[in-house]
């Protein structure tokens, strides 16, 4: 058996017992009447949340990076604005031009926001026919603007606006008809709250459609086939059932809950641990473009991040280091999912238990 650790990472996150019970259900066939019941109940209650009225949401059994290259694959064609402001943005890019397209950056510093401004005056050149955007940048703890960018691209109808809200979606309110996106997807190891393994993807009826011409699309994550089995209540290939139906149990309990509750209650846990980083460090991001679901701390007194946890780990909890190059420079408290006000409060009061042995 693997210890028990109370996971403030941002993702793979903690599960609550009843979602792991959840996964632990005897196997169905997927071409079979108990899937599709699952599969059309669990979409449904995700077009709820999303507000996904004119397109659809899919299941892949993957983790959320197939999702990134699927939008690059299915909706990329002539060139691709990758905006980027940390590390997975950063990836967004690569992966573009790992798949042979033309791809221009949108490079902020770390820790700053992609503006939308910005964005609007490089799509003004009419290069570009896809746009990505990483809603909330786990590796910097930035909060993109995306009602804000959602104007702007608005005013181009012929490019594809592509989100990445891995680790937002279900934690902040995202409004995917309203704001006119083409591709939404999050993987379910994040805000959801579930073990890893599989994404949730909403694709507008229009990027399907572009989907359709767009050539060498590749097999596994080709939208025209999630398109056409959906249609059927199916995937195209053999889904991760056991998740998929945690995935339902967990939308009954964010709806028994409430989608807005649910929201407020990963608020006020941000507002929480940002006041509690205020007075003893400082925050990562810009002010103003704080992320909800995950705060980035600088960590302005130099502690030694890797004790800060082991120590933590001795009592159950672990947090995350700063990612990549920004390691030792900040470290990241996740509060989304099932962590409440109460377990944050509890970490937070064995951090400042240890604070004081570090220096
Ligand atoms: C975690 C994460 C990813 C990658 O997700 P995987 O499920 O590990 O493939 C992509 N984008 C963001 C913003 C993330 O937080």
């Known amino acids: 058996m693997l210890k028990h650790v109370k996971l403030f990472t941002p993702g793979p996150v903690e599960v609550d017992p009843e979602i792991l019970q959840a996964c632990a259900v005897p196997m169905v066939s997927h071409r079979g009447k108990e899937y599709e019941a699952l599969h059309r109940r669990t979409r449904d209650k995700l077009r709820t949340m999303l507000n996904v009225v004119s397109g659809r949401v899919f299941l892949f059994t993957s983790s959320a990076t197939g999702a990134m290259e699927a939008s690059i694959?299915?909706?990329?064609?002539?060139?691709?604005?990758?905006?980027?402001?940390?590390?997975?943005?950063?990836?967004?890019?690569?992966?573009?031009?790992?798949?042979?397209?033309?791809?221009?950056?949108?490079?902020?510093?770390?820790?700053?926001?992609?503006?939308?401004?910005?964005?609007?005056?490089?799509?003004?050149?009419?290069?570009?026919?896809?746009?990505?955007?990483?809603?909330?940048?786990t590796s910097t703890g930035v909060m993109n603007p995306l009602a804000d960018i959602a104007d702007v691209l608005r005013k181009y109808p012929d490019v594809s606006f592509c989100v990445d809200a891995v680790s937002s979606m279900s934690g902040v309110e995202i409004d995917f008809e309203k704001w006119g996106i083409d591709i939404l997807f999050a993987g379910v190891q994040k805000a959801f709250g579930l073990p890893p393994g599989l994404s949730v993807v909403a694709v507008r009826d229009r990027a399907l459609q572009k989907a359709a011409s767009m050539p060498a699309r590749g097999h596994y994550f080709d939208l025209v086939q999630f398109k056409k089995y959906d249609d059927k209540n199916q995937t195209p290939e053999t889904p991760v059932i056991s998740l998929i139906h945690a995935l339902d149990v967990q939308l009954d309990r964010m709806m028994k809950e409430g989608f807005a509750a649910r929201?407020?209650?990963?608020l006020e846990m941000a507002r929480a641990c940002r006041a509690w980083a205020g007075e003893r460090f400082a925050l990562f991001p810009e002010k103003g473009y704080e992320s909800v679901t995950l705060s980035a701390i600088r960590n302005t007194r130099g502690i030694p991040v890797d004790r800060l946890n082991a120590e933590l780990k001795k009592r159950g909890c672990e947090i995350s280091e700063g990612y990549g190059k920004i390691k030792s420079l900040s470290f990241r408290i996740a509060h989304m999912a099932d962590i409440t006000l109460k377990d944050l409060r509890e970490l937070l009061a064995m951090i400042d238990e240890i604070l004081p042995t570090l220096q």
Do not use: M
């Open 73 to 137: 694959r299915n909706l990329a064609g002539k060139r691709v604005l990758s905006c980027t402001c940390g590390a997975f943005s950063e990836r967004w890019h690569e992966i573009a031009k790992e798949n042979g397209r033309e791809a221009d950056a949108y490079a902020v510093e770390w820790g700053q926001p992609n503006r939308p401004e910005e964005i609007g005056r490089r799509l003004a050149t009419g290069k570009y026919d896809c746009v990505t955007v990483v809603h909330n940048e």
């Open 263 to 266: 929201y407020a209650k990963t």
